[in-house]
Protein backbone atom coordinates (compact mmCIF):
# COMPACT_ATOMS: atom_id res chain seq x y z
CA UNK A 1 0.00 0.00 0.00
CA UNK A 2 1.60 3.14 -0.81
CA UNK A 3 0.68 5.86 1.22
CA UNK A 4 0.95 10.07 0.92
CA UNK A 5 1.20 11.95 4.13
CA UNK A 6 0.89 15.60 3.96
CA UNK A 7 2.18 17.32 6.67
CA UNK A 8 3.28 21.07 7.91
CA UNK A 9 5.78 22.85 9.91
CA UNK A 10 4.49 25.00 12.51
CA UNK A 11 5.26 27.18 15.10
CA UNK A 12 5.52 25.66 19.03
CA UNK A 13 2.90 27.86 19.76
CA UNK A 14 1.71 26.19 23.40
CA UNK A 15 3.94 28.62 24.72
CA UNK A 16 3.33 31.71 22.61
CA UNK A 17 4.00 35.70 23.35
CA UNK A 18 2.32 38.07 21.76
CA UNK A 19 3.32 41.52 21.48
CA UNK A 20 0.40 43.83 22.95
CA UNK A 21 1.04 46.68 20.74
CA UNK A 22 1.40 44.73 17.17
CA UNK A 23 -0.74 42.17 18.07
CA UNK A 24 1.88 39.99 16.44
CA UNK A 25 3.53 36.67 17.21
CA UNK A 26 6.74 37.00 18.60
CA UNK A 27 8.87 34.38 16.58
CA UNK A 28 12.06 35.11 17.92
CA UNK A 29 13.44 31.94 19.81
CA UNK A 30 10.01 30.32 18.83
CA UNK A 31 11.04 26.71 17.05
CA UNK A 32 9.67 25.53 14.24
CA UNK A 33 8.34 21.68 15.13
CA UNK A 34 6.27 19.31 13.02
CA UNK A 35 2.65 20.28 13.30
CA UNK A 36 2.07 17.95 16.49
CA UNK A 37 -1.27 16.51 15.45
CA UNK A 38 0.64 15.22 11.98
CA UNK A 39 2.51 12.99 13.89
CA UNK A 40 0.03 10.78 14.12
CA UNK A 41 -0.84 10.33 10.70
CA UNK A 42 3.01 9.49 10.56
CA UNK A 43 3.00 6.48 12.79
CA UNK A 44 -0.30 4.91 11.21
CA UNK A 45 1.07 5.62 7.99
CA UNK A 46 3.97 3.40 9.45
CA UNK A 47 1.89 1.13 10.94
CA UNK A 48 0.31 0.48 7.62
CA UNK A 49 3.43 -0.30 5.42
CA UNK A 50 4.65 -2.08 8.01
CA UNK A 51 1.85 -4.33 8.03
CA UNK A 52 1.20 -4.41 3.86
CA UNK A 53 4.50 -2.96 2.59
CA UNK A 54 4.54 -0.18 0.09
CA UNK A 55 5.77 3.43 0.22
CA UNK A 56 5.41 6.31 2.59
CA UNK A 57 5.93 9.72 0.66
CA UNK A 58 5.25 13.17 2.96
CA UNK A 59 4.93 16.10 1.48
CA UNK A 60 4.48 19.59 2.45
CA UNK A 61 4.15 23.26 1.45
CA UNK A 62 6.30 25.82 2.80
CA UNK A 63 9.70 27.67 3.04
CA UNK A 64 13.03 25.59 2.43
CA UNK A 65 13.06 25.46 6.19
CA UNK A 66 10.61 23.07 6.27
CA UNK A 67 12.57 20.54 4.76
CA UNK A 68 13.19 19.75 8.43
CA UNK A 69 9.90 18.80 9.01
CA UNK A 70 10.18 16.08 6.38
CA UNK A 71 13.16 14.85 7.23
CA UNK A 72 11.94 14.70 10.79
CA UNK A 73 9.03 12.37 8.88
CA UNK A 74 11.92 10.60 7.11
CA UNK A 75 13.61 9.51 10.51
CA UNK A 76 10.28 8.30 12.13
CA UNK A 77 10.08 5.66 8.36
CA UNK A 78 9.01 7.34 5.92
CA UNK A 79 10.69 7.26 2.99
CA UNK A 80 10.17 10.31 0.34
CA UNK A 81 9.92 13.30 1.20
CA UNK A 82 8.91 16.22 -1.17
CA UNK A 83 8.16 19.98 -0.56
CA UNK A 84 6.29 22.01 -2.43
CA UNK A 85 8.67 25.69 -2.09
CA UNK A 86 8.64 29.28 -3.57
CA UNK A 87 7.60 32.48 -3.67
CA UNK A 88 4.34 32.20 -5.55
CA UNK A 89 2.70 30.35 -2.90
CA UNK A 90 3.19 32.87 -0.20
CA UNK A 91 -0.03 34.19 0.95
CA UNK A 92 -2.08 30.61 0.32
CA UNK A 93 -5.20 30.20 2.05
CA UNK A 94 -6.74 26.82 2.71
CA UNK A 95 -7.87 26.74 -0.72
CA UNK A 96 -5.35 27.34 -2.39
CA UNK A 97 -2.79 25.23 -0.23
CA UNK A 98 -5.29 22.43 -1.00
CA UNK A 99 -5.16 23.11 -4.57
CA UNK A 100 -1.31 22.60 -4.78
CA UNK A 101 -1.10 19.73 -2.15
CA UNK A 102 -3.82 18.25 -4.48
CA UNK A 103 -1.95 18.42 -7.58
CA UNK A 104 1.73 17.54 -6.45
CA UNK A 105 0.04 14.58 -4.98
CA UNK A 106 -1.72 13.97 -8.23
CA UNK A 107 2.12 13.70 -9.86
CA UNK A 108 3.33 11.45 -7.46
CA UNK A 109 0.62 9.10 -8.31
CA UNK A 110 0.65 5.68 -7.60
CA UNK A 111 -1.37 6.11 -4.16
CA UNK A 112 -3.63 3.94 -2.51
CA UNK A 113 -4.45 6.23 0.94
CA UNK A 114 -3.81 10.04 1.57
CA UNK A 115 -3.63 10.56 5.93
CA UNK A 116 -3.72 14.00 6.88
CA UNK A 117 -3.72 14.97 10.69
CA UNK A 118 -7.00 16.03 11.89
CA UNK A 119 -5.55 19.75 11.69
CA UNK A 120 -2.29 22.32 11.99
CA UNK A 121 -2.11 23.64 15.52
CA UNK A 122 -1.55 27.05 13.99
CA UNK A 123 -4.13 27.89 11.36
CA UNK A 124 -6.47 25.31 13.28
CA UNK A 125 -8.89 24.98 10.55
CA UNK A 126 -9.10 21.51 9.43
CA UNK A 127 -9.67 22.65 5.71
CA UNK A 128 -6.94 21.33 4.04
CA UNK A 129 -7.12 17.83 4.54
CA UNK A 130 -10.99 17.33 2.75
CA UNK A 131 -9.63 19.53 0.76
CA UNK A 132 -7.08 17.71 -1.01
CA UNK A 133 -10.18 15.00 -1.65
CA UNK A 134 -12.48 17.62 -2.73
CA UNK A 135 -9.39 18.40 -5.47
CA UNK A 136 -8.62 14.94 -6.18
CA UNK A 137 -12.02 13.21 -5.97
CA UNK A 138 -11.45 10.72 -3.50
CA UNK A 139 -13.37 9.20 -0.76
CA UNK A 140 -12.49 10.96 2.56
CA UNK A 141 -13.53 9.96 6.31
CA UNK A 142 -11.95 12.80 8.75
CA UNK A 143 -11.83 12.10 12.62
CA UNK A 144 -10.77 8.62 12.10
CA UNK A 145 -9.58 7.05 15.61
CA UNK A 146 -9.18 3.30 14.22
CA UNK A 147 -8.56 1.61 10.76
CA UNK A 148 -10.44 -1.87 11.19
CA UNK A 149 -9.92 -3.41 7.79
CA UNK A 150 -7.61 -2.94 4.84
CA UNK A 151 -8.06 -5.01 1.60
CA UNK A 152 -6.76 -4.32 -2.04
CA UNK A 153 -9.57 -2.00 -2.73
CA UNK A 154 -11.33 -1.03 0.57
CA UNK A 155 -10.75 0.84 4.11
CA UNK A 156 -13.12 0.46 7.13
CA UNK A 157 -12.54 2.92 9.68
CA UNK A 158 -13.99 4.08 12.44
CA UNK A 159 -14.56 8.08 12.61
CA UNK A 160 -15.19 9.78 16.04
CA UNK A 161 -18.02 11.57 15.87
CA UNK A 162 -20.26 13.63 18.60
CA UNK A 163 -21.59 10.93 21.12
CA UNK A 164 -19.46 8.04 19.56
CA UNK A 165 -18.00 6.32 16.23
CA UNK A 166 -19.33 6.27 12.93
CA UNK A 167 -17.73 2.75 11.21
CA UNK A 168 -17.54 3.46 6.97
CA UNK A 169 -15.91 1.92 4.49
CA UNK A 170 -14.61 3.36 1.92
CA UNK A 171 -13.33 2.68 -1.99
CA UNK A 172 -9.21 3.28 -2.54
CA UNK A 173 -7.63 5.32 -3.21
CA UNK A 174 -8.80 7.40 -0.31
CA UNK A 175 -7.94 9.95 2.18
CA UNK A 176 -8.73 9.73 6.04
CA UNK A 177 -7.50 12.58 8.51
CA UNK A 178 -6.80 11.11 11.53
CA UNK A 179 -7.06 12.17 15.66
CA UNK A 180 -5.35 11.44 18.35
CA UNK A 181 -6.70 8.70 19.17
CA UNK A 182 -5.97 6.27 16.69
CA UNK A 183 -1.71 6.08 17.34
CA UNK A 184 0.93 7.14 19.83
CA UNK A 185 3.74 8.55 17.77
CA UNK A 186 7.07 6.69 18.01
CA UNK A 187 10.00 8.66 18.37
CA UNK A 188 13.20 9.21 15.52
CA UNK A 189 15.62 6.34 15.38
CA UNK A 190 19.35 6.46 15.33
CA UNK A 191 19.19 4.86 12.52
CA UNK A 192 16.36 6.42 11.06
CA UNK A 193 17.81 9.77 11.60
CA UNK A 194 21.14 8.69 9.56
CA UNK A 195 19.04 7.67 6.68
CA UNK A 196 17.00 10.91 6.90
CA UNK A 197 20.43 12.78 6.19
CA UNK A 198 21.36 11.25 3.00
CA UNK A 199 18.01 11.19 1.66
CA UNK A 200 17.25 13.98 -0.53
CA UNK A 201 14.13 15.86 -0.40
CA UNK A 202 12.52 16.84 -3.98
CA UNK A 203 11.63 20.62 -4.67
CA UNK A 204 8.63 21.27 -6.58
CA UNK A 205 7.20 24.36 -7.79
CA UNK A 206 4.65 25.81 -9.00
CA UNK A 207 6.40 25.33 -12.24
CA UNK A 208 7.30 21.94 -12.41
CA UNK A 209 3.85 21.31 -10.77
CA UNK A 210 1.82 23.53 -13.88
CA UNK A 211 -0.15 25.13 -11.42
CA UNK A 212 -2.80 27.78 -12.41
CA UNK A 213 -1.51 31.39 -11.81
CA UNK A 214 -4.76 32.49 -10.64
CA UNK A 215 -5.41 29.45 -8.47
CA UNK A 216 -1.80 29.69 -6.63
CA UNK A 217 -1.15 31.52 -3.70
CA UNK A 218 -2.23 34.97 -2.41
CA UNK A 219 -3.95 35.31 -6.38
CA UNK A 220 -5.76 31.99 -6.08
CA UNK A 221 -6.80 32.55 -2.05
CA UNK A 222 -10.52 33.65 -1.81
CA UNK A 223 -9.82 34.94 1.63
CA UNK A 224 -7.80 37.80 3.46
CA UNK A 225 -7.23 38.17 6.90
CA UNK A 226 -7.90 42.33 7.23
CA UNK A 227 -7.51 42.68 10.91
CA UNK A 228 -5.72 41.39 13.97
CA UNK A 229 -6.23 42.22 17.40
CA UNK A 230 -5.68 40.93 20.36
CA UNK A 231 -9.27 41.00 22.01
CA UNK A 232 -10.30 41.98 25.53
CA UNK A 233 -13.35 40.56 26.61
CA UNK A 234 -14.68 43.30 29.89
CA UNK A 235 -17.39 42.80 32.36
CA UNK A 236 -15.92 45.45 34.90
CA UNK A 237 -16.98 42.77 37.88
CA UNK A 238 -17.55 42.83 41.08
CA UNK A 239 -14.02 41.63 42.74
CA UNK A 240 -13.03 40.76 46.52
CA UNK A 241 -9.94 39.33 48.08
CA UNK A 242 -9.82 37.13 50.52
CA UNK A 243 -6.87 37.70 52.49
CA UNK A 244 -7.99 35.71 56.25
CA UNK A 245 -10.59 34.30 57.43
CA UNK A 246 -12.75 36.90 57.93
CA UNK A 247 -12.64 38.30 54.28
CA UNK A 248 -12.64 34.51 52.94
CA UNK A 249 -15.99 34.53 55.16
CA UNK A 250 -17.11 38.54 53.49
CA UNK A 251 -16.12 37.04 49.98
CA UNK A 252 -18.33 34.02 50.58
CA UNK A 253 -21.36 35.27 51.57
CA UNK A 254 -21.10 37.67 49.02
CA UNK A 255 -20.92 35.15 46.24
CA UNK A 256 -23.91 32.98 47.58
CA UNK A 257 -26.02 36.55 47.45
CA UNK A 258 -25.31 36.81 43.74
CA UNK A 259 -26.22 33.28 43.22
CA UNK A 260 -29.31 33.86 45.44
CA UNK A 261 -30.07 36.81 43.43
CA UNK A 262 -29.40 36.01 39.76
CA UNK A 263 -31.98 32.51 41.10
CA UNK A 264 -29.07 30.21 40.51
CA UNK A 265 -29.24 28.84 44.06
CA UNK B 1 -27.15 36.09 -11.57
CA UNK B 2 -26.01 38.24 -8.63
CA UNK B 3 -25.11 35.95 -5.96
CA UNK B 4 -27.78 36.91 -2.61
CA UNK B 5 -29.76 35.70 0.13
CA UNK B 6 -28.29 33.99 3.55
CA UNK B 7 -28.13 30.24 4.15
CA UNK B 8 -27.86 28.10 7.26
CA UNK B 9 -27.65 24.38 6.91
CA UNK B 10 -29.24 22.34 9.54
CA UNK B 11 -28.24 19.31 10.67
CA UNK B 12 -30.21 16.18 10.96
CA UNK B 13 -30.37 13.16 13.40
CA UNK B 14 -32.83 10.69 11.96
CA UNK B 15 -36.38 12.41 11.36
CA UNK B 16 -35.01 15.19 14.08
CA UNK B 17 -33.11 18.48 13.54
CA UNK B 18 -29.96 18.98 15.75
CA UNK B 19 -30.31 22.12 18.34
CA UNK B 20 -27.78 23.33 16.64
CA UNK B 21 -29.91 24.23 13.34
CA UNK B 22 -31.81 26.64 15.26
CA UNK B 23 -28.66 28.26 16.52
CA UNK B 24 -27.48 29.32 13.13
CA UNK B 25 -30.18 30.66 12.50
CA UNK B 26 -29.65 33.17 15.26
CA UNK B 27 -26.76 34.05 13.43
CA UNK B 28 -28.48 33.97 9.57
CA UNK B 29 -30.98 36.37 10.97
CA UNK B 30 -28.95 38.91 11.77
CA UNK B 31 -26.89 38.80 8.51
CA UNK B 32 -29.79 38.48 6.68
CA UNK B 33 -31.70 41.51 8.12
CA UNK B 34 -28.55 43.37 8.00
CA UNK B 35 -28.35 42.70 4.39
CA UNK B 36 -32.23 42.94 3.33
CA UNK B 37 -32.26 39.46 1.91
CA UNK B 38 -34.06 35.89 2.74
CA UNK B 39 -32.97 34.01 5.13
CA UNK B 40 -32.97 30.23 4.28
CA UNK B 41 -31.94 27.14 5.61
CA UNK B 42 -30.82 23.70 3.91
CA UNK B 43 -31.92 20.31 5.15
CA UNK B 44 -30.50 17.48 3.36
CA UNK B 45 -31.45 14.01 5.36
CA UNK B 46 -34.55 11.66 5.05
CA UNK B 47 -37.79 11.71 6.37
CA UNK B 48 -37.29 14.88 8.73
CA UNK B 49 -40.50 15.36 10.39
CA UNK B 50 -43.15 18.55 9.30
CA UNK B 51 -42.86 19.81 13.08
CA UNK B 52 -39.10 20.59 12.88
CA UNK B 53 -39.27 22.22 9.19
CA UNK B 54 -41.68 24.46 11.12
CA UNK B 55 -39.71 24.89 13.88
CA UNK B 56 -36.78 25.89 11.57
CA UNK B 57 -39.62 28.43 10.17
CA UNK B 58 -41.34 29.61 13.17
CA UNK B 59 -37.51 30.49 14.48
CA UNK B 60 -36.20 32.45 11.63
CA UNK B 61 -35.92 30.78 8.18
CA UNK B 62 -37.79 32.30 5.50
CA UNK B 63 -37.09 29.53 3.42
CA UNK B 64 -36.26 26.02 3.54
CA UNK B 65 -34.76 24.18 0.50
CA UNK B 66 -35.11 20.59 1.52
CA UNK B 67 -33.33 17.62 -0.34
CA UNK B 68 -35.00 14.48 0.86
CA UNK B 69 -33.97 10.77 0.07
CA UNK B 70 -33.24 7.12 1.35
CA UNK B 71 -29.43 7.16 0.84
CA UNK B 72 -29.43 10.87 2.87
CA UNK B 73 -29.97 9.14 5.73
CA UNK B 74 -26.26 9.58 6.85
CA UNK B 75 -24.13 11.98 6.02
CA UNK B 76 -21.87 11.05 4.14
CA UNK B 77 -19.57 14.23 2.49
CA UNK B 78 -18.97 13.34 -1.19
CA UNK B 79 -22.83 12.81 -1.85
CA UNK B 80 -23.43 15.45 0.77
CA UNK B 81 -20.91 17.43 -1.16
CA UNK B 82 -22.52 16.98 -4.39
CA UNK B 83 -26.01 18.17 -3.53
CA UNK B 84 -24.98 21.23 -1.83
CA UNK B 85 -22.07 22.23 -4.66
CA UNK B 86 -25.24 21.59 -7.25
CA UNK B 87 -27.78 23.74 -4.41
CA UNK B 88 -25.10 26.90 -4.36
CA UNK B 89 -24.73 26.95 -8.17
CA UNK B 90 -28.51 27.08 -8.79
CA UNK B 91 -29.53 29.58 -6.41
CA UNK B 92 -26.37 31.47 -5.74
CA UNK B 93 -26.17 32.42 -1.97
CA UNK B 94 -24.25 34.55 -0.62
CA UNK B 95 -23.26 33.67 2.46
CA UNK B 96 -23.28 29.88 3.91
CA UNK B 97 -23.16 29.04 7.42
CA UNK B 98 -22.72 25.57 8.89
CA UNK B 99 -21.95 24.08 12.43
CA UNK B 100 -18.61 23.27 13.47
CA UNK B 101 -19.33 19.97 14.04
CA UNK B 102 -17.72 16.97 12.57
CA UNK B 103 -20.12 16.84 10.15
CA UNK B 104 -20.01 20.58 9.48
CA UNK B 105 -16.11 20.61 9.23
CA UNK B 106 -16.06 18.14 6.59
CA UNK B 107 -18.87 19.01 4.45
CA UNK B 108 -18.35 22.84 4.35
CA UNK B 109 -14.00 22.74 2.66
CA UNK B 110 -15.30 19.94 0.62
CA UNK B 111 -17.52 22.15 -0.99
CA UNK B 112 -15.78 25.20 -0.68
CA UNK B 113 -12.95 23.62 -2.62
CA UNK B 114 -15.30 22.98 -5.70
CA UNK B 115 -17.20 26.06 -6.14
CA UNK B 116 -13.65 28.05 -5.13
CA UNK B 117 -15.80 30.16 -2.31
CA UNK B 118 -13.65 31.49 0.29
CA UNK B 119 -14.07 29.50 3.82
CA UNK B 120 -13.79 30.86 7.59
CA UNK B 121 -13.82 28.02 10.18
CA UNK B 122 -14.50 28.32 13.74
CA UNK B 123 -15.79 32.08 13.80
CA UNK B 124 -16.87 33.59 16.98
CA UNK B 125 -18.54 36.48 15.57
CA UNK B 126 -20.27 37.66 12.03
CA UNK B 127 -20.92 40.49 10.59
CA UNK B 128 -21.36 42.91 7.65
CA UNK B 129 -19.51 45.50 6.65
CA UNK B 130 -20.97 48.71 6.02
CA UNK B 131 -21.15 49.99 2.42
CA UNK B 132 -19.14 47.37 0.88
CA UNK B 133 -22.01 44.16 2.84
CA UNK B 134 -19.01 42.19 3.06
CA UNK B 135 -19.28 39.14 5.53
CA UNK B 136 -16.33 39.74 8.28
CA UNK B 137 -15.53 36.66 9.97
CA UNK B 138 -13.56 36.77 13.24
CA UNK B 139 -12.12 33.98 14.71
CA UNK B 140 -9.07 33.28 17.00
CA UNK B 141 -5.58 32.36 15.96
CA UNK B 142 -2.51 31.38 16.81
CA UNK B 143 -3.99 28.76 19.28
CA UNK B 144 -6.61 31.53 20.28
CA UNK B 145 -3.73 34.25 21.01
CA UNK B 146 -5.29 36.77 19.01
CA UNK B 147 -8.48 37.71 16.88
CA UNK B 148 -8.45 37.79 13.36
CA UNK B 149 -10.88 39.25 10.82
CA UNK B 150 -11.32 37.48 7.78
CA UNK B 151 -13.44 38.71 4.59
CA UNK B 152 -13.75 37.50 0.96
CA UNK B 153 -13.29 40.46 -1.20
CA UNK B 154 -14.18 38.84 -4.72
CA UNK B 155 -15.53 34.97 -3.96
CA UNK B 156 -19.04 33.83 -3.68
CA UNK B 157 -20.70 32.77 -1.46
CA UNK B 158 -18.80 34.16 1.52
CA UNK B 159 -18.96 30.50 3.75
CA UNK B 160 -18.24 30.14 7.66
CA UNK B 161 -18.46 27.75 10.16
CA UNK B 162 -19.26 28.88 13.82
CA UNK B 163 -19.21 26.56 17.17
CA UNK B 164 -22.45 24.68 18.33
CA UNK B 165 -23.45 26.40 21.85
CA UNK B 166 -21.49 29.79 20.66
CA UNK B 167 -25.16 31.59 20.22
CA UNK B 168 -28.58 30.25 21.68
CA UNK B 169 -31.35 29.15 19.36
CA UNK B 170 -33.28 31.77 17.65
CA UNK B 171 -36.28 32.88 19.65
CA UNK B 172 -39.94 30.51 18.63
CA UNK B 173 -42.34 32.55 16.77
CA UNK B 174 -45.67 31.58 16.70
CA UNK B 175 -46.57 34.07 13.41
CA UNK B 176 -43.86 33.39 11.35
CA UNK B 177 -44.27 31.98 8.00
CA UNK B 178 -42.33 30.67 5.46
CA UNK B 179 -42.16 28.63 2.53
CA UNK B 180 -40.93 24.91 1.59
CA UNK B 181 -39.03 24.01 -1.31
CA UNK B 182 -38.83 20.65 -2.26
CA UNK B 183 -35.76 19.39 -4.30
CA UNK B 184 -35.76 15.95 -5.85
CA UNK B 185 -32.49 14.24 -5.47
CA UNK B 186 -30.72 13.87 -8.53
CA UNK B 187 -29.30 10.61 -8.34
CA UNK B 188 -26.24 11.13 -10.61
CA UNK B 189 -25.15 13.47 -7.09
CA UNK B 190 -25.09 10.07 -5.56
CA UNK B 191 -21.42 8.76 -4.55
CA UNK B 192 -21.64 4.68 -3.98
CA UNK B 193 -17.48 4.78 -3.15
CA UNK B 194 -17.99 5.06 0.60
CA UNK B 195 -20.82 2.77 2.90
CA UNK B 196 -22.08 3.51 5.98
CA UNK B 197 -21.99 0.58 8.08
CA UNK B 198 -23.24 1.52 10.95
CA UNK B 199 -22.55 3.72 14.44
CA UNK B 200 -21.67 2.46 18.22
CA UNK B 201 -22.49 4.80 21.05
CA UNK B 202 -18.87 5.97 22.87
CA UNK B 203 -17.78 4.35 26.07
CA UNK B 204 -16.81 7.96 26.60
CA UNK B 205 -17.41 9.31 29.98
CA UNK B 206 -21.02 10.51 30.06
CA UNK B 207 -20.08 14.12 29.88
CA UNK B 208 -22.19 16.68 28.20
CA UNK B 209 -20.73 19.79 29.41
CA UNK B 210 -22.77 21.66 26.92
CA UNK B 211 -25.41 21.18 28.17
CA UNK B 212 -24.90 22.08 31.62
CA UNK B 213 -26.63 24.93 33.00
CA UNK B 214 -24.09 25.27 35.71
CA UNK B 215 -20.40 24.18 34.60
CA UNK B 216 -17.35 24.52 37.00
CA UNK B 217 -13.84 24.53 35.77
CA UNK B 218 -10.73 23.85 37.27
CA UNK B 219 -7.53 24.99 36.09
CA UNK B 220 -3.53 24.63 36.56
CA UNK B 221 -4.25 26.32 40.10
CA UNK B 222 -4.86 23.05 41.31
CA UNK B 223 -1.72 21.80 41.63
CA UNK B 224 -2.51 18.31 41.18
CA UNK B 225 -4.94 15.44 39.61
CA UNK B 226 -6.86 14.69 43.19
CA UNK B 227 -7.84 18.22 43.82
CA UNK B 228 -10.38 18.07 41.03
CA UNK B 229 -12.37 16.46 43.98
CA UNK B 230 -12.90 20.05 45.30
CA UNK B 231 -14.46 21.38 41.81
CA UNK B 232 -16.36 17.83 41.67
CA UNK B 233 -17.73 19.06 45.29
CA UNK B 234 -18.38 22.06 43.83
CA UNK B 235 -19.93 21.19 40.75
CA UNK B 236 -22.55 18.56 42.85
CA UNK B 237 -23.14 21.10 45.50
CA UNK B 238 -24.12 23.73 42.44
CA UNK B 239 -25.59 20.77 40.39
CA UNK B 240 -23.71 21.43 37.76
CA UNK B 241 -20.50 19.49 35.82
CA UNK B 242 -17.06 20.06 35.88
CA UNK B 243 -15.36 21.68 33.21
CA UNK B 244 -11.24 21.93 32.64
CA UNK B 245 -9.05 23.73 31.20
CA UNK B 246 -6.89 23.22 28.41
CA UNK B 247 -3.12 22.96 30.95
CA UNK B 248 -5.22 20.16 33.00
CA UNK B 249 -6.36 17.74 30.44
CA UNK B 250 -2.55 18.17 28.81
CA UNK B 251 -1.55 16.84 32.01
CA UNK B 252 -3.84 13.63 32.53
CA UNK B 253 -5.63 15.06 35.54
CA UNK B 254 -9.12 15.35 33.58
CA UNK B 255 -10.34 13.73 30.21
CA UNK B 256 -10.39 15.56 27.27
CA UNK B 257 -14.51 16.15 26.97
CA UNK B 258 -14.33 18.34 30.31
CA UNK B 259 -12.41 20.44 27.74
CA UNK B 260 -13.45 24.29 27.79
CA UNK B 261 -11.72 26.38 25.11
CA UNK B 262 -11.12 27.00 21.83
CA UNK B 263 -9.45 23.41 21.18
CA UNK B 264 -12.13 22.02 23.51
CA UNK B 265 -15.77 22.68 24.02
CA UNK B 266 -17.62 25.77 24.06
CA UNK B 267 -19.92 26.57 26.67
CA UNK B 268 -22.84 29.03 27.33
CA UNK B 269 -24.26 28.07 30.47
CA UNK B 270 -26.10 30.91 33.46
CA UNK B 271 -23.08 30.13 35.69
CA UNK B 272 -19.52 29.34 34.69
CA UNK B 273 -17.12 29.14 37.64
CA UNK B 274 -13.44 29.36 36.56
CA UNK B 275 -11.14 28.35 39.60
CA UNK B 276 -7.41 28.25 39.57
CA UNK B 277 -7.51 29.52 35.89
CA UNK B 278 -6.27 32.48 34.15
CA UNK B 279 -8.48 32.88 31.53
CA UNK B 280 -5.93 32.43 28.40
CA UNK B 281 -8.15 33.72 25.10
CA UNK B 282 -7.92 30.12 24.60
CA UNK B 283 -9.85 29.43 27.08
CA UNK B 284 -12.32 32.43 27.20
CA UNK B 285 -13.22 31.48 23.90
CA UNK B 286 -15.33 28.50 25.28
CA UNK B 287 -16.16 30.30 27.52
CA UNK B 288 -16.74 33.56 27.22
CA UNK B 289 -20.73 33.93 26.16
CA UNK B 290 -21.89 32.35 30.08
CA UNK B 291 -24.47 34.15 31.72
CA UNK B 292 -22.10 34.80 34.61
CA UNK B 293 -18.87 34.67 35.28
CA UNK B 294 -17.23 34.18 38.54
CA UNK B 295 -13.63 34.00 39.04
CA UNK B 296 -11.37 32.25 41.96
CA UNK B 297 -7.90 32.75 41.35
CA UNK B 298 -4.97 33.67 43.64
CA UNK B 299 -3.03 35.81 41.13
CA UNK B 300 -4.90 39.34 41.30
CA UNK B 301 -3.61 40.46 37.97
CA UNK B 302 -5.27 36.75 35.92
CA UNK B 303 -7.05 37.99 33.56
CA UNK B 304 -9.92 35.64 34.26
CA UNK B 305 -10.44 39.05 36.48
CA UNK B 306 -11.48 41.33 33.74
CA UNK B 307 -13.80 38.73 32.56
CA UNK B 308 -15.46 38.11 35.19
CA UNK B 309 -19.30 39.28 37.10
CA UNK B 310 -17.93 38.40 40.22
CA UNK B 311 -14.43 37.42 41.65
CA UNK B 312 -12.37 36.00 44.65
CA UNK B 313 -9.14 36.66 44.68
CA UNK B 314 -7.41 34.08 47.24
CA UNK B 315 -6.75 30.42 47.67
CA UNK B 316 -9.46 28.35 46.40
CA UNK B 317 -8.32 25.93 48.76
CA UNK B 318 -9.77 28.15 51.37
CA UNK B 319 -12.08 29.67 49.43
CA UNK B 320 -13.59 26.34 47.37
CA UNK B 321 -14.11 24.25 50.90
CA UNK B 322 -15.95 27.20 52.50
CA UNK B 323 -18.44 27.69 49.90
CA UNK B 324 -19.24 24.21 49.38
CA UNK B 325 -19.59 24.31 53.61
CA UNK B 326 -21.95 27.43 53.37
CA UNK B 327 -24.01 25.48 50.48
CA UNK B 328 -24.67 22.26 52.39
CA UNK B 329 -26.36 24.37 55.03
CA UNK B 330 -28.18 26.53 52.67
CA UNK B 331 -29.19 22.90 51.27
CA UNK B 332 -30.49 21.87 54.87
CA UNK B 333 -32.30 24.73 55.28
Keep these: MNIVIPIKQVPETSNVKMDEKTGTMIREGVESIVNPLDLYSIEIGIQLKERLGGKITVISMGPPSAEKALKEALSMGCDHGVLITGREFAGSDTWSTSYALAEAIRRIGNYHLVICGERATDGDTGQVGPG ?65 RITEIQNLSSGDLNLDPSRTGLEGSPTRVVNIEVPTVVRNGTIRFAKDEESTARAVDEFLAMLKSKELI | MEFSGVWTLA ?41 SLDELIKRGADRIYLVQSEELEHFLVETYSNILSRLIETYKPEIVIAAATTTGRTLMPHVSMKVHAGLTADCTDLDIEEGT ?15 ATIKTPQHRPQMATVRPRSTRPAPYDQDRTGEIIKISLDRTLIDDRVTWMGFRKGDMEEVDIQAADVVVSGGKGLKKAENFKLIENLAASLNGVVGASRDTVDRGWISYPHQVGLSGKTVTPRLYVAAGISGAIQHLAGMKTADTIVAINIDPDAQIFKVCDFGIVGDLFEIIPMINERLKEVDEQ
Design chain 2, 133 to 147: NILLQTRPAIGGNIL
Design chain 1, 132 to 196: IASFLDIPLATYVSGITGVSSDHLEVERLVEGGYEQLRLQLPAMVTVVKEISYPRLPTLRGKQKA
Design chain 2, 11 to 51: ETRGSELKQVSFELLTRGRKLADKLGVPLSSIVIGNRVSGE
